[in-house]
């Protein structure tokens, strides 16, 4: 796969205290370098899950089976106009100055049946996928994004 162009339709972030779906809509994202989304809940537990990315065909799937979720509802930082999950573990996407490098895919969480019984097994190959942050950047609504293999030059 050739490097591709994207971009960022909606980004989101839960700070401490706050819990819950969908995870609260944020103008913008500060993306530290092996810490974490700045003021985020998890920032600075597991560098390898610091942000969760996730396309716009997981909500299409759950649309197609007659379920309507409001953006967030994944619980993921950054929502893209592509689907993240044509990457492989390794793949870097870059936005803006900041490049996040994909470390595994989200494992299918029970929790998602709150919106409907049947949605964590619709969506368990478009889940989400984790991304450790390899260099730091603030990320907003409408960013372009540069995403593919990591042996290809940008």
């Known amino acids: 796969m050739k490097k591709r162009i994207g971009k960022v339709i909606e980004i989101f972030s ?3 205290g706050e819990s819950g779906l969908p995870r609260p809509v944020v103008k ?3 993306l530290i370098e ?3 989304i700045e003021d985020d809940k998890f920032a600075g537990d597991e560098i390898d899950k610091s942000v969760m990315v996730i396309g716009l065909k997981s909500y299409e799937i759950a649309k197609e089976n007659g379920i309507e979720l409001e ?3 994944y619980g993921e930082n950054i929502l893209f106009d592509f689907d ?3 990457l492989k573990i390794g793949d870097t996407i870059k936005i803006g100055d900041a490049t996040l490098e994909i ?3 989200c494992t299918l969480c029970s929790h998602l ?3 409907h019984k049947y949605l964590p097994k619709l969506i368990k190959n478009h889940r989400g996928l984790y991304c450790k942050i390899t260099k730091g ?5 409408g960013s372009q994004v540069i995403f593919g293999p990591v042996n290809q030059t940008v």
């Open 103 to 105: 470390t595994q895919k």
């Open 137 to 141: 950047g603030e990320v907003t609504k």
């Open 113 to 115: 049946s709150i919106f």
């Open 34 to 36: 092996n810490f974490g």
């Open 84 to 86: 993240p999950h044509e």
């Open 28 to 30: 913008k994202l500060n």
């Open 14 to 16: 839960a700070k401490k």
């Open 71 to 73: 953006l967030g509802s």
